[in-house]
């Protein structure tokens, strides 16, 4: 990158005239008129060498060599160096954009590193909401920007299949989905031998999570309303403890039916894993970790039989590992589940994308992981994220209820966009659905993206669903556009003229390519989305203000060229931006 040219360029020109070279940040000035990059060292030399920071930055100025591609440097107050980068280079990047295409953007900085992301790992009793969107759009992003600089992404999730809960949602099915509850017993013998006799999804006509989503509401109602239910319910989560064979039926019967609409979710998202790690194959071991830390004197037993751990050293308050009762608690799990991680995948680092309401519990998970020998709290990093919501949901609440569903979500900008849509000519009927709803699910992705990951938002579809302003379908239109363009277009395209004369709406789309690359970096170095999404969205504006005051396809020979070179590389950086952030690039719209 020229980045790193002109960052070593000046280290060498501080070296010669300081003790030692401070650390110093390379960045792009707010104004554009004041050069490509720019650079405070001197005022940081300032109070070593006991000169102005303005006679300081002369000095570098004068002993840098410039790298090529960089025009000229200037000096200004109260003490910057600015860079310039020349055209020539400017025009050579989009020689090198069209010559590596998709991977423009990409880089081995991780080459050799492999690191583990957990994210979205939503309980198997009901239908996904808000929270495990965000959640699934924020981690995916996270991961594709790691595997673009370069790292082995291994993306997993914890599927979270017994106890009380799941024990709740056998119960609602066995009680409130019989066909009739006059002579069907709430039975699990009798469901066994008469399984007809009660509903399925196909049957009421719905999705088959919000078949059960409403049997565990029902269920988990019963449990308050009845002690003897509850005891029923406990009573479950005892029998399948001890493995007992129509219990077991019963659990894989009712968990089919959420595994199955929660996949048709995940896959209207793009959504990846490599690994799913089921609760029911490792929660017993999570005891013998305890055990482990008792013998070691990590953990001391409290007088009522409680197993408590020591974490004064992290400056962390304490927390039971084992109940009064001798049961287990969701950390006793999570310890286990840590150590099967690094045994089986051998990431170098783990992450977990997790709402910030765990964001103690994930340090006191990372405390006692050191201190059993499990891995170096610092190589174990909790990605939290803000709250979603919807602007104006109380309007919506007829349609949605109090529960926001991401299918709901999607399927309703999605109605917004066939509207938006209905005087727009396609192949075929197929093909407008499929753009509807490429265009719907990039609406909500982007909406989430485009602000910082710890920012709370509230998807609006007035402005999300705009092709006008920071949003999905902006973006997507701006791409279709370039290709409308392209398609317009006839012959090939010819190498640029380095005679030609650029004016400044050419110029200020051609100083924003070559970020691309190194917003790449800096976004997935910060788990920070939102950067790539602004650069596409800054990008987008100064092609469209390019596009709306210049003709591209014009009688002279050496500018249309040019316009469809720069036309051919925005639409290509667009597209690689956009597969980063999980968003489709549809060529019609």
Not at 129 to 149: C, F, P, Q, S, Y
Not at 522 to 545: D, H, K, S, V
């Amino acid at each position: 990158m020229i980045e790193q040219k002109i960052r070593q360029a000046v280290e060498q020109a501080v070296a010669s005239i300081a003790p030692e070279v401070p650390a110093f940040t390379l960045e792009h000035p707010k104004e554009e008129s004041h050069g490509d990059y720019a650079v405070n060292i001197a005022m940081q030399l300032a109070s070593v060498l006991r000169r102005s920071p303005v006679q300081i930055a002369q000095e570098i100025a004068e002993k840098i060599k410039l790298p090529a591609g960089v025009a000229s440097v200037e000096v200004v107050q109260p003490g910057f160096i600015n860079f310039w980068l020349d055209q020539p280079w400017l025009l050579q990047n989009i020689d090198q954009i069209e010559l590596v295409g998709t991977k423009y953007g990409s880089s081995d900085w991780g080459k050799g590193k492999t690191w583990l992301i957990e994210h979205t790992s939503p309980n198997p009793n009901k239908a996904m909401h808000l929270g495990h969107l965000r959640n699934n759009v924020t981690g995916m992003a996270i991961a594709n920007l790691w595997e673009a600089i370069g790292i082995t992404v291994i993306r997993d999730a914890v599927d979270n299949n017994r106890g009380i809960s799941i024990a709740k949602l056998m119960w609602g099915f066995l009680k409130f989905a019989r066909k009739d509850e006059k002579t069907t017993p709430p039975d699990i013998a009798h469901w066994s031998a008469h399984p007809d006799q009660w509903h399925t999804p196909e049957s009421l006509h719905t999705r088959p999570d919000r078949f059960m989503d409403r049997l565990y509401t029902l269920a988990a109602e019963d449990c308050k309303a009845d002690p003897e239910v509850d005891q029923k319910v406990r009573q479950m989560v005892v029998d399948w403890e001890a493995k007992d064979e129509t219990t077991w039926k019963l659990w894989k019967h009712v968990l089919d039916y959420v595994y199955t609409g929660q996949n048709m979710t995940f896959a209207r998202l793009g959504n990846k894993w490599d690994k799913v790690w089921h609760e029911h194959e490792h929660y017993q071991k999570g005891k013998d970790y305890v055990e482990e830390g008792l013998k070691k004197g990590i953990f001391r037993r409290l007088e009522s039989g409680a197993i408590l751990t020591d974490l004064e050293k992290y400056k962390l308050p304490d927390t039971v590992v084992i109940k009064s009762d001798g049961t287990s608690l969701y950390i006793t799990q999570d310890l286990a589940l840590t150590d099967l991680k690094q045994k089986v995948l051998h990431p170098d680092k783990t992450f977990w994308v997790i709402g910030p309401e765990q964001s103690l519990a994930m340090k006191q998970v990372f405390a006692v992981s050191e201190q059993l020998g499990i891995g170096k709290r610092e190589d174990f990093v909790h990605i939290a994220f803000g709250y979603m919501s919807i602007k104006g949901q109380g309007k919506m609440s007829s349609r949605l209820g109090n529960v926001i569903y991401i299918d709901d979500l999607i399927d309703t900008a999605k109605e917004v966009v066939v509207e938006q849509m209905k005087e727009r000519a396609f192949a075929s009927p197929e093909e407008k659905e499929r753009v509807a709803e490429e265009i719907a699910v990039g609406s909500v992705k982007y909406s989430i993206l485009k602000v910082g990951r710890m920012t709370d938002t509230a998807f609006d579809f007035a402005t999300s669903l705009s092709v006008e302003g920071d949003s999905g379908p902006y973006l997507q239109y701006t791409y279709a556009r370039s290709q409308s363009v392209l398609a317009k277009a006839q012959g090939e395209l010819s190498p640029i003229s380095a005679e030609i004369k650029l004016n400044s709406a050419e110029l200020a789309v051609l100083r924003w390519l070559y970020r691309y690359p190194e917003t790449v970096q800096a976004a997935a170095m910060q788990f920070a989305p939102n950067c790539l999404a602004n650069y596409l969205y800054e990008l987008a504006q100064r092609f469209n203000t390019f596009y709306n005051s210049n003709q591209i396809l014009v009688d002279d020979a050496d500018t249309q060229n040019f316009r469809l070179h720069l036309t051919t590389v925005v639409a290509q950086i667009l597209e690689n931006g956009l597969h980063v952030l999980g968003i489709a690039t549809p060529k019609k719209m």
